[in-house]
């Protein structure tokens, strides 16, 4: 399984979760998308930074090669995935925390 599949496989998990699982519904909500425009630009700036100073190299055999501030496509699928399951894990537990409290 190359970098790209993992990429694609990690967005589906993180929407199944969200929207069937935690039932958090994140990606369903405004806000998810206004905190997700802020936080790309500095995801974009982190993977230059990392790409640009060979902290991070990607095998071109393991993406799909378009790149994105020197970082591939995938990074941004991986980066989505992960905030989509921070932010409704984030919600799905803090739920549970209210309902214990009343």
Same mark, same amino acid.
């Given at each position: &399984? $190359?970098?790209?599949?993992? @990429? *694609?496989? +990690?967005? &589906?998990? +993180? ?7 935690? =039932?958090?519904?994140? /990606? %369903?909500? #405004? /806000? ?6 802020? /936080?790309?630009?500095? !995801?974009?700036? %982190? ?7 060979? $902290?991070? &190299?990607?095998?071109? #055999? !393991?993406?799909?090669?378009? =790149?994105? @501030?020197? @970082? ?9 995935? &992960? ?10 537990? +803090?739920? =549970?925390?209210? @309902?214990?409290? *009343?």
């Amino acid at each position: &399984m $190359i970098y790209s599949d993992i @990429a *694609l496989n +990690a967005v &589906m998990l +993180a929407v199944v979760l969200d929207l069937f699982v935690l =039932r958090s519904q994140m /990606i %369903t909500r #405004g /806000i998810f998308w206004v905190s997700y425009g802020l /936080i790309l630009p500095f !995801q974009l700036l %982190t993977n230059w930074w990392l790409t640009s100073k060979n $902290i991070v &190299m990607y095998s071109p #055999g !393991q993406i799909i090669g378009r =790149r994105l @501030a020197g @970082a591939p496509i995938e990074d941004l699928l991986f980066g989505f995935s &992960m905030i989509v399951l921070t932010l409704s894990l984030w919600d799905f537990f +803090a739920k =549970r925390v209210k @309902a214990k409290e *009343l």
